[in-house]
């Protein structure tokens, strides 16, 4: 089992440039997540996932927008990248309820010049 | 509305030493309470969890976490800190749908 993949790792965009990260988790997972990190600020919750074809806004999310077409995967999609953007993006998978433990991707890590 | 806060920004320890780190947390319902690591460069990995029972609970690597509904509390211990333990702590309140991080607390250890 691979658990919880993110492509690409690392990416350096121009503002205004657009870009897809993606998600992808072997262990049938039904919800998904992503989350943003920066410094001090903890993991603020982006867009989640309760289950295939269905999308919903966490915390922060706009300038983002997500897609879960397969079970298995779940795009964040920027279309105009700011450099207010320019953070590690984690994603993030649990089984059912979102009390059950998360599963991290190793992240992402984006820098908007 | 859900919120965890977490107090201490940054503690440095010494190598044997003992930890606690503090967690309180805001949430309506009988919460769900995770403590997560993040060791450099990785993603998050959880430590333990509380749902219900018994108060305190135990997790990977030795660290020990006590819920007190009176005081919203969720403190993470453990008894003799490794060098290996030098990361960053985070814990998290869940609701039914969505999980909610405290801004985390980096560990340092001083051999």
């Known amino acids: 089992n691979a658990g919880v993949t993110q492509t690409p790792k690392f990416r350096v965009l121009k503002t205004g440039q657009s870009m897809t990260l993606l998600c992808a988790q072997d262990?049938?997972?039904?919800?998904m997540y992503w989350y943003r990190q920066d410094p001090g600020m903890g993991l603020r919750l982006i867009h989640y996932?309760?289950?295939?074809?269905?999308?919903a806004k966490g915390e922060v999310p706009d300038g983002y927008n997500v897609s879960r077409l397969k079970k298995q995967n779940f795009l964040l999609g920027l279309e105009s990248a700011a450099p207010s953007q320019t953070s590690v993006y984690f994603c993030?998978?649990?089984?059912?309820?979102?009390?059950?433990?998360?599963?991290f991707g190793p992240g992402t890590r984006l820098l908007v010049l | 509305a859900q919120s965890v806060t977490q107090p201490d920004i940054h503690i440095t320890v010494s190598e044997g030493a003992s930890l606690e780190l503090r967690c309180n947390y805001s949430?309506?319902?009988?919460?769900?309470l995770f403590w997560y690591v993040q060791s450099p460069g990785q993603g998050l990995q959880l430590l333990l969890k509380?749902?219900?029972?018994?108060?305190l609970v135990q997790g990977i690597k030795g660290f020990e976490a006590e819920f007190k509904r009176s005081q919203s509390s969720f403190n993470l211990r453990k008894p003799s800190v490794h060098w290996s333990d030098a990361a960053e702590y985070f814990c998290?309140?869940?609701?039914?749908?969505?999980?909610?991080f405290g801004p985390g607390t980096s560990l340092s250890v001083i051999p």
């Open positions: 996932s309760v289950g295939e074809g269905t999308t």
């Open positions: 998290a309140v869940a609701s039914y749908d969505k999980v909610i």
């Open positions: 509380y749902f219900s029972g018994d108060t």
């Open positions: 949430y309506g319902a009988t919460p769900y």
């Open positions: 262990m049938n997972h039904e919800y």
């Open positions: 993030a998978s649990s089984p059912v309820l979102a009390g059950e433990t998360q599963y």
